[in-house]
């Protein structure tokens, strides 16, 4: 993994882009497991000695715009969502995901980047329950960069400290 990180380093930015934007897909982050991918970068990041802030960049443009997608459905076609895929197959999904938006508001969404389950629907129900647009993007974009920072910072020190 180091000599393909240093060989194809052009390569970093782009690709965590893609997967930090799947991880933020309502439908698709329950299973990219993201967070680890985003700590073992910044992981060859601290061993390579390579610059961290175009990925960090990258990174957090994906997370943003996946969860923008995400409010996106949610905002237009509402309830309708719950009869898409996750919803249906893990239901408890909708409810655990509606209490901690109603409990949390556009805090919610800064404190889903760092919990996995629900991560996947609470930027859907921001949508869904018609969060003010502005709102949710002020706290959409802080969050992004927010999370990516912390992980990637996790993963450098853990490639500094191994490597």
């Known amino acids: 993994m ?6 194809h380093a052009a390569w970093v930015p782009p690709i965590t882009f893609v997967l930090a934007f799947f991880k933020s897909l ?8 993201e967070t680890l991918m985003v700590a073992a970068v910044g992981a060859l990041v601290g061993i390579t000695g390579a610059d ?10 994906g997370a943003g715009l996946g969860d923008w997608v995400s409010y996106t459905i949610g905002y237009r076609y509402k309830h309708r969502a719950w009869r898409m ?5 893990w239901p408890g999904l909708v409810p655990r995901g509606e209490r901690f938006f109603h409990r949390w508001g556009a805090m ?3 404190l889903c980047r760092f919990v996995s389950p629900l991560r996947a629907t609470v930027p859907l129900l921001c949508g869904i329950f018609e969060m003010p647009p502005l709102t949710f993007q002020i706290a959409n974009w802080l969050s992004a960069f927010l999370w990516s920072g912390v992980i990637l910072g996790i993963g450098v020190g853990v ?3 191994f490597g």
């Open 2 to 7: 180091i000599a393909f990180f240093q060989a």
């Open 26 to 33: 309502a439908f698709i982050s329950l299973v990219v497991p």
């Open 52 to 61: 961290i802030w175009p990925v960090w960049l990258t990174i957090s443009l």
């Open 85 to 89: 895929w996750p919803f249906t197959r």
């Open 108 to 110: 919610s969404v800064v």
């Open 159 to 161: 490639g500094r400290l």
